[in-house]
């Protein structure tokens, strides 16, 4: 049965930091999104798409909002939804004090189930409608996530947590079950619906070397597996890594020793990398996933967008939340935050990058451009209405804005998850703030 969506859309056909943006970016002040089996079946003007529509369609008019490709967020934590917003210490003590005592509790597969309805919920009040997530140790936590997203429909990208050394010997496994574990899963979850599995060592720090060789040669016999890691996030931790893999010239060249950095490898931050790393990443096509509310909640510093993009060595680089370090579910709130971080920079993000950064940027980094991340048929239905009269101040500040860029700057220096009026997934209404 097909459905349809009525308002204002902004999509984007390619990238708005290497292309002009009237090149790249679709905005259609009246268009019409035609969704049937879980795809986009049409989209278009509505003056073109209405007289195509039998009248037994119904289409949903989106007044005052835009219709936007559903958020991505590339890096997130579900497990730490519990602690988020915890005081006072950076990476390695908030670690050891907040986050690894949380993560044990994901053992009880009923718990861990509990906080994945809740996580998911929250991504769907914030217009996210596929994400990339570490869950724990534990195998059943990460089924009990798939088989949550697996409810409505929804494209996760996850993986169990692979660490063998610097954690309680609750949260370790070993090399063998981490491949063994990892492997199983793949085999459960992979592919399942829209269930991607993730090959997931935490950081090198919590690995050994005979464990990141292990996730390596697991990484070669599944070729099309995604991987998620960290990279460069702390000073601290840079150090702590030189010391725990001496014959490696950089942290970056930790994770291509063990054949981890290839497309489809994701790994969040990549604040502290020389320009040799850089060329690495860009090289292999591994992506960087830029967290900005956790670097300035953790003070782990400012990551430098604009040279990570520049065009002759681009290194894709994605946006995540990294809850719960990071402190908002809301990708307008970490575009916000991505704003500033470039400034710092001396980089003044666009708010039609920053939009880009969070849907087809996502996804491009993903590997998944082909099916999400755009409003274009033929792609998954997945769609953020974003209500542009959100809040008093944002109604106010809107009589000024002078065109559609102007407007989403404000949404996303002014907004939240108020500003996030319905989510659709594979077609199905998943969120609607007044419903
Ligand atoms: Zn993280």
């Not at 005592?101 to 009880?108: H, L, N, R, W």
């Not at 150090?239 to 490898?265: I, N």
């Not at 900005?292 to 990551?303: A, E, I, Q, R, Y």
């Amino acid at each position: 049965m097909k459905t349809a969506l009525r308002g204002a859309m902004l999509t984007f056909r390619d990238d708005p930091f290497t292309h002009a943006l009237s090149d790249c970016a679709v905005y259609e002040p009246d268009a019409v999104i035609v969704m049937a089996n879980g795809l986009i079946d049409a989209v278009g003007p509505a003056a073109d798409i209405l007289p195509t529509l039998s009248a037994d369609v119904p289409v949903t008019v989106w007044r005052d909002c835009v219709l936007l490709p559903g958020f991505i967020d590339s890096h997130v934590h579900y497990p730490q939804t519990e602690m988020i917003g915890a005081h006072g210490e950076q990476l390695i003590d908030w670690l050891n004090n907040y986050t690894f005592v949380a993560e044990q509790g994901f053992s009880d597969k009923t718990h861990a189930a509990e906080i994945a309805e809740v996580f998911l919920r929250e991504q769907h009040r914030n217009g996210v409608t596929a994400s990339t997530v570490f869950c724990t140790v534990h195998p059943q936590s990460v089924d009990a996530l798939f088989e949550a997203a697996a409810r409505v429909n929804m494209r996760i990208m996850a993986g169990k947590v692979c660490m063998d050394r610097h954690a309680p010997a609750a949260l370790l496994d070993t090399p063998q079950r981490a491949y063994d574990e990892s492997k199983a899963l793949i085999g459960k979850w992979h592919g399942r619906g829209r269930a991607e599995y993730v090959i997931t060592p935490r950081f090198a720090p919590t690995s050994t070397p005979e464990q990141l060789d292990a996730l390596g040669s697991l990484a070669q016999d599944f070729p099309t597996t995604l991987i998620q890691s960290h990279l460069a996030e702390n000073i601290d931790e840079l150090a702590w890594v030189r010391a725990l893999f001496p014959s490696c010239t950089h942290y970056t060249d930790v994770y291509q020793r063990y054949g981890l950095l290839r497309p489809r490898a994701l790994y969040g931050h990549g604040i502290h990398l020389s320009e040799a790393e850089l060329d690495i990443l860009s090289a292999t096509g591994s992506a960087i996933v830029h967290c900005p509310t956790s670097n300035f909640f953790l003070g782990s510093g400012c990551f430098d967008l604009r040279r990570a993009r520049d065009a002759r060595r681009p290194v894709a680089v994605g946006l995540g939340t990294d809850l719960g370090a990071g402190t908002s579910f809301s990708i307008l709130q970490t575009l916000n935050e991505a704003y500033k971080t470039a400034q710092f920079h001396g980089f003044p993000l666009s708010a039609a990058q920053a939009i880009y950064l969070a849907t087809r940027g996502n996804a491009r980094a993903l590997g998944l451009d082909d099916r999400i991340g755009a409003i274009e048929a033929g792609m998954e239905a997945d769609i953020a209405v974003l209500d542009l009269m959100s809040t008093p101040l944002i109604a106010y500040r809107m009589k000024y804005a002078r065109d559609w860029q102007d407007a989403l700057f404000i949404q996303m220096t002014l907004g939240d998850d108020r500003a996030i009026a319905a989510t659709y997934i594979a077609g199905q209404q998943v969120h609607c703030r007044n419903g």
